[in-house]
């Protein structure tokens, strides 16, 4: 994205990219280092290749663009409709600024774009089919994880935050539109803002359709271009010092550390110390292990094979009845036990 600023005419400093690393967001998937970050990667780098191609007129930017939207759109279905929504952007940029030539050129970049991701999306196809007719996750959890992704009772501190922050940046979107009507700077962060807003909503349509469950992670990529390059419109011509840099570099790593700990031991207090206790034993978790923390749990019990774990009923059927597909709830079934179970076979 620095690359990106640049080519729009704008001056990055230390302030950009401290806000930018204490940004919420940033610090949730800091630890994942997965498609997604990938994903953030190509589509700073389609957009670069993109504003090069305007600006030269050079065939060779645009079959690069093409090449490493394809690149991104086979790691993940999300990057490959976010690929497609800002080849269409352009397009419609073009269209604004009667580029006629571009429009023509943009449009059949998009044709390639769409036919050689058909062989993927054969596949993409079968998946759907075969998640329709059969999959572990019911229509009630996935409208229950949209809702705590927008701000339900069990979302976390961090994801409120970023809720906030998000309310903030369509503030900065209209500053930036005001002070550069028309300009290439507003017409990409907009054309960045529309994409989140769509890739949203068709994922709240397919999670009508389809019942799968839209992580935030998802958004991710796109959010990352359009964060960061909102930050440094405003971070343009703010002067930075040592002092403030090492008090921003101090509560980045501050807030780290709080979010690693929210994520490990807050998570599941209740097994947070298993690593302290004997190889083999019984554990015994009277609280309620709920839907959306199955699969930590899981792989707790899966990493732990010669210890029992003793929990209640419902958390028998949380982590093992939403499980029906799965290997490794099968797998550790064995090694879970309730408490009435348990204290029947105590006493006998």
């Not at 099968?330 to 076979?345: A, C, D, G, H, I």
């Amino acid at each position: 994205m620095t690359k990106v600023v640049k080519q729009l005419n704008i001056k990055t400093n230390i302030w950009t990219y401290n806000l930018f690393l204490l940004a919420p967001t940033l610090l949730m998937y800091s630890n994942q280092i997965r498609m997604y970050q990938l994903a953030s990667a190509i589509i700073a780098w389609l957009i670069y290749m993109l504003l090069k191609y305007q600006e030269t007129s050079k065939v060779i930017w645009i079959v690069g663009a093409i090449i490493i939207a394809e690149m991104g759109a086979y790691t993940h279905y999300f990057t490959a409709l976010s690929c497609g929504i800002i080849l269409m952007g352009f397009i419609g940029i073009a269209l604004i600024n009667k580029q006629r030539t571009i429009v023509k050129q943009l449009s059949l970049g998009l044709a390639c774009f769409v036919i050689a991701y058909i062989p993927w999306s054969i596949v993409a196809l079968k998946q759907i089919m075969t998640v329709s007719k059969s999959y572990w996750i019911t229509a009630d959890e996935s409208w229950q994880t949209l809702f705590n992704l927008t701000g339900g009772q069990h979302t976390i501190d961090a994801v409120t935050i970023g809720m906030y922050l998000c309310s903030i940046l369509v503030v900065a979107q209209l500053y930036i539109f005001l002070k550069d009507r028309g300009g290439v700077i507003s017409q990409i962060s907009g054309l960045l803002l529309v994409s989140i807003l769509i890739l949203y909503g068709l994922g709240i349509i397919f999670t009508l359709l389809n019942h799968p469950i839209l992580i935030a992670r998802y958004l991710y990529p796109l959010f990352f271009c359009y964060l960061f390059l909102i930050i440094a419109v405003l971070t343009n011509n703010v002067n930075s010092s040592k002092l403030m840099l090492s008090l921003i570099f101090c509560g980045l790593i501050f807030q780290n550390v709080q979010y690693m700990y929210i994520h490990t031991k807050g998570i599941m207090p209740d097994i947070a110390q298993i690593k302290q206790k004997p190889q083999k034993g019984v554990i015994k978790i009277k609280r309620v292990i709920p839907q959306n923390e199955a699969d930590y749990f899981l792989a707790i019990v899966a990493k732990n094979p010669q210890q029992t774990f003793i929990i209640n009923a419902k958390s028998i059927y949380n982590v093992t009845g939403r499980h029906k597909l799965s290997e490794l709830s099968e797998k550790v079934r064995p090694n879970l036990e309730s408490f009435t179970m348990y204290n029947q076979r105590y006493k006998n």
